[in-house]
């Protein structure tokens, strides 16, 4: 029988319920168990395919082609474990499905309610992830206790405690104790009625991590623990890591978390050991060179937008001894010449995904100048859209050309609509999604990147390189450099007279783990040190993410 860890969030939200779910996953993995991890989101969008990454962070692809939450991405990068189809649950595709069956027929006239129709609806998806293999299953619950969305995921909880036995079932609530600055007071009373609200539907935490910018002295970890009513020794102090959050699982593991949790659950405990995220974690003390990446993005509210590039850009700069420094601009600004200047500050210039003409121009002129300035570049979907739309207007001197996407009567449609997607008309989950295999060219750049001929990379778009242009592009010095197996799609591209210029329609971002940094992302950022005025040695580890968003 799997075990079940809850992970619940109270007081505010963004507390990184993900990154702690993540961590626990790794640790309870190297305890030698099997481990699974899910998220369950109370929001009422079937999935966040359709949703503006500006609103809710990155959409999270997998292999099988599930378009989830960016909490994916901390799950896999943490555990090495792909995610599926069953690892992320919303209320709008429980109600949509439970709807759906009620319109067949389905219930043979029963009238469907929340209890229990939603309620069971969802507990089958909670336990899908159960086996005879899979010894833990941690499943993290979106958004914030109190919130009345989230109503009936806890009620789903309460009754899988309560069918599976509580020594089966344990959950962990992840809180913030706050600090008045005025008073110089660390604050309990906000985690108290947190754990009051989970008690009033029936649940009581084990485990509290407890999300602070100041340490925790024994007095304020008993009056929680008594308040609260949970051990001392389940009161984990969870502080604001300095320098990276792949640090989080030796945060716990010096509180003994791993063997609270393995005793409250009967499993059999191995110690362990982290070898290769010690090694990680001690690199960071040896950095010897700084880069700086320009992420040329549309999407600059929310850093979250483009949260697995970023954690891409830090994985392989450490592979690569170096510190990174990242700037999100904004691509509408690139339209201006004078606001542009700023590309000249950059390293390397990485050019994301994304949908809609806002800010395509702006792309553009970023990537013409990665290419006249021979800054190392890397387009990633979009991204190596638009390199090839501005390759078209500048060097095959195709003025008009474009995307279908942004002008459907263009002369020249460079990128297109892809055949399949002609018939579609629902906008969610309808894209060419997941894992499609590549092949690569020898010789080229993205063949000694990777040191394979042969990859599976995973894909979220609608448009593709147009093929009818495939012999203009080539004889002004283009490389396709990737294709599909039957040749039918072009996947990467090169350009031969530049250091490192390399444009993908996959998003590889998706597959980049701390200790196996993507090949793409290792090569573009060993190139952008070897483009750096920058290469002396710094005595400490420097991790900046900055949106360079004007003033008004």
């Known amino acids: 029988m799997s075990k079940f860890i809850f992970v619940t969030g109270g007081v ?78 919303t209320a709008g595709s429980i109600y949509f499905d439970v709807l759906s069956k009620e319109r067949r027929g389905d219930y043979l006239g029963r009238t469907v309610q929340i209890v229990p129709h939603i309620t069971d609806y969802l507990k089958q998806c909670i336990l899908s992830l159960e086996s005879d293999d899979v010894d833990v299953v941690i499943s993290e619950i979106g958004g914030t206790v109190g919130d009345i969305e989230g109503l009936f995921f806890l009620e789903t909880l309460r009754q899988i405690a309560f069918e599976k036995g509580r020594e089966n079932v344990m959950f962990l609530h992840v809180t913030l104790i706050p600090h008045l600055n005025s008073s110089d007071e660390i604050k309990t009373k906000p985690t108290q009625h947190s754990v009051q609200k989970l008690r009033e539907v029936g649940i009581s935490p084990d485990v509290l991590v407890c999300r602070t910018v100041r340490h925790l002295d024994d007095q304020v970890k008993s009056k929680i623990s008594l308040f609260c009513n949970v051990p001392v020794e389940a009161v984990i102090e969870e502080k604001d890591v300095e320098r990276s959050i792949y640090e989080v699982p030796f945060v716990f593991l010096e509180q003994n978390l791993d063997k609270f949790i393995t005793n409250r659950l009967n499993l059999k405990y191995k110690k362990p050991k982290l070898v290769e995220w010690k090694k990680l974690i001690k690199s960071l003390d040896h950095v010897n060179k700084h880069v700086k990446i320009g992420i040329i993005g549309k999407y600059i509210d929310l850093n979250d937008s483009y949260k697995s590039i970023i954690e891409s850009l830090q994985h392989a700069a450490l592979a690569n001894k170096s510190s990174v420094e990242i700037d999100i601009v904004p691509s509408e600004d690139m339209e201006n010449e004078t606001k542009r200047k700023v590309l000249k500050e950059y390293d390397g210039i990485l050019v994301p995904g994304g949908f809609g003409d806002r800010g395509v121009e702006g792309k553009l002129e970023s ?14 979907c979009l991204g190596m859209q638009c390199a090839t739309i501005e390759f078209a207007r500048n060097v095959c001197k195709l003025s008009d050309a474009n995307s279908t996407e942004f002008n459907p009567k263009t002369e020249h449609p460079v990128i297109s609509l892809l055949e399949e997607q002609k018939k579609v008309v629902n906008l969610g989950g309808t894209m060419r999604l997941g894992a499609y295999p590549c092949s690569i060219q020898k010789g080229s750049k993205a063949s000694e990147a990777y040191n394979s001929l042969n990859i599976s990379e995973r894909h979220r778009h609608r448009y593709e390189f ?35 210029f390399i444009g993908c329609q996959f998003h590889p971002e998706f597959k980049s783990r701390p200790i196996a940094p993507h090949p793409l992302f290792k090569s573009f950022i060993k190139a952008s040190i070897k483009n750096s005025s920058n290469v002396s040695s710094k005595k400490k580890f420097v991790n900046k993410v900055k949106n360079k968003k004007s003033k008004k």
């Open 12 to 89: 505010v939200s963004s507390l990184g319920k993900g990154i702690a779910a993540g961590a626990l996953g790794l640790i309870l993995k190297e305890c030698g168990l099997t481990v699974r991890n899910q998220k369950l989101d109370p929001y009422l969008n079937v999935d966040p395919g359709t949703m503006s990454p500006s609103q809710h962070g990155e959409v999270f692809v997998t292999d099988d082609g599930t378009e989830a939450d960016l909490d994916l991405g901390h799950y896999e990068r943490f555990t090495g474990v792909p995610a599926n189809k069953y690892s992320n649950f």
């Open 466 to 500: 147009n093929d009818e242009f495939h012999e203009l592009f080539v004889k002004k010095g283009m490389v396709f450099s990737g294709y599909s197996p039957d040749k039918n799609l072009i996947e990467i591209i090169e350009l031969k007279d530049h250091p490192w």
């Open 367 to 380: 990537v013409r100048f990665a290419r006249e300035k021979k800054i190392p570049f890397l387009g990633i």
